[in-house]
């Protein structure tokens, strides 16, 4: 469960993610621990890319130490991006949200939050969320947009805060009722169900129509008349 969250509120660090694992490092870690910075100076997002984080955007790290199998916590992904969504919704309920496959939030069809997952060692989850409130950064060739370009009801705080209690009541949901709820929420708002996309691996890349997600987490893909089950882990989307 996640009873409490503790904060360490920094003005400027390299990367929250990196300022958990040097506390890991120290043995400092701690589940629940909140890391959140006004700007980072190499904020990292997925497959190593940078993270634009100039000051006026959401950038946290959350750190878990789940009780469940290594195996579920890719499943978690879900929750979180699901959480930020129903957040995000919470405090305007007009705005058009959907999740892209594996960890992007989308608005109006734009990036406005992506999320970065980091398993350490198999004791802790770090939890990297990025959220454009006030600026747009544009990355992985995904067009992006911000939350105040479309709503004046965000501030840095309140969006934090519902975020957080939004994760902390779906972690209780995966905990107790597993998965499938956390599922079927995600895809409501999946971007692109029932089209063709493209999966980029590092060597090749598959295309086919996006069936869903299965109870693993795995997307579905329907591609040279067979359905293909791909890992988060082995993909990118270009
Ligand atoms: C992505 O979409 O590629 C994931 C971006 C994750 C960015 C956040 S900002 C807070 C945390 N610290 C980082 O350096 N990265 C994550």
């Not at 902390?168 to 107790?176: A, D, L």
């Not at 599922?183 to 708002?189: A, P």
Request: proline share 1%; glycine share 8%.
């Amino acid at each position: 469960m996640l009873e409490n969250f503790e904060f360490i509120s920094l003005s400027e660090t390299d990367s929250t993610q990196i300022y958990a694992k040097r506390l890991f490092s120290k043995k400092k870690l701690k589940h629940g621990l909140v890391i959140t910075a006004e700007k980072q100076t190499a904020g990292v997002g997925r497959y190593d890319r940078k993270w634009e984080s100039p000051e006026g955007n959401l950038y946290f790290t959350l750190v878990l130490k789940p009780t469940i199998s290594v195996n579920y916590w890719s499943q978690l992904s879900y929750a979180i991006g699901v959480s930020i969504g129903e957040a995000i919704l919470l405090i305007d309920h007009n705005l058009d949200i959907k999740y892209k496959w594996v960890n992007d939030i989308m608005l109006e069809g734009k990036k406005v939050a992506g999320i970065l997952l980091e398993n350490l060692e198999d004791q802790f989850l770090l939890i990297g969320i990025g959220v454009n409130l006030i600026k747009n950064q544009a990355i992985d060739n995904l067009q992006a947009t911000c939350l105040s370009e479309h709503s004046n009801n965000f501030n840095k705080d309140l969006l934090l805060d519902t975020i957080l209690r939004r994760i902390k009541m779906n972690y209780e949901v995966f905990h107790s009722l597993g998965f499938e709820p956390l599922r079927n929420l995600w895809l409501k708002r999946a971007l692109n169900l029932g089209s063709n996309i493209k999966a980029n691996f590092a060597d090749h890349s598959v295309e086919g129509r996006f069936l869903g997600i299965d109870a693993k987490g795995r997307l579905e893909l329907f591609s040279e008349g067979e359905v293909k089950f791909i890992d988060a882990a082995e993909v990118y989307f270009g």
